[in-house]
């Protein structure tokens, strides 16, 4: 199986809009799940009541939600949006 990244434009967006310390944590989390998406640091897991969503943790407020789907042998992981927990798990 290969895996693929890719990122959405409103990912890009809001990545764009992170502080810089926020900014960094983002730019390790996303190269810890590209090379280990298990490492228990991101606390990589499906978010409940989805077929195909995922979220990792870049820190204490900060959230990386992440569409997973397949293409034949190919998994294609991409990266959907990135906020507080709030912004991307908003109160019903």
């Known amino acids: 199986m290969t895996r693929y990244f890719k990122s959405t434009r409103k990912f ?7 502080d ?3 900014s960094k944590q983002a730019e390790k989390s996303i190269e810890l799940f590209i090379s280990d998406p298990s490492h228990s640091s991101l ?4 978010i409940q009541g989805t077929d195909n969503f995922y979220e990792i943790r870049v820190n204490k407020s900060v959230r990386i939600i992440i569409e997973v789907t397949s293409d034949g042998k190919d ?3 991409n990266l959907y949006i990135i906020g507080t927990h709030d912004e991307v798990f908003p109160p019903k």
């Open 12 to 18: 890009d967006k809001q990545f764009k809009q992170l």
């Open 20 to 22: 810089q310390k926020a």
């Open 43 to 46: 606390r990589y897991k499906k």
């Open 75 to 77: 998994q294609i992981n």
